[in-house]
């Protein structure tokens, strides 16, 4: 399984970005997908997820009500809607995948990740 993240870039405080990952390779076996961030000098931090075939959704408390996380199966996609960003958003953003189940906020979880795209939120 291979998971290539798309969508990051330079935005203002109060914008919207959209993120895409595009699962490639044995995705029958998928149980989750998720969003984690990290900043330079700071620890993973869990963002979002979205179980693969119900399309149940777990989010951080600092982006509730602002990030929506969804899937589309027959596009092998996992998609981070992102609104309303604050500075505190920026950070290197990463896709994961999980073929088991768990704690959904978990890094342990996962067994395939992106390479990461950058987001930053700056004036």
Known sequence: VVLQES?????????????SCTVSGHTFSLT???????????????????????????????????FIIDRDTAKNTAFLQMNSLKTEDTAVYYCAAAS?????????????????????VSS
């Open 7 to 19: 969508g990051g870039g330079l935005v203002q405080p109060g914008d919207s970005l959209r993120l």
């Open 32 to 66: 989750a997908m998720a969003w984690f961030r990290q900043d330079p000098g700071k620890e993973r931090e869990f963002v979002a997820a979205v179980t693969w075939s119900a399309a149940i959704t777990t989010y951080a408390d600092s982006v509730k009500g602002r």
């Open 100 to 120: 088991k189940s768990g704690y959904p906020g978990s890094d342990r979880l996962y067994d395939y990740w992106g390479r990461g795209t950058q987001v930053t």
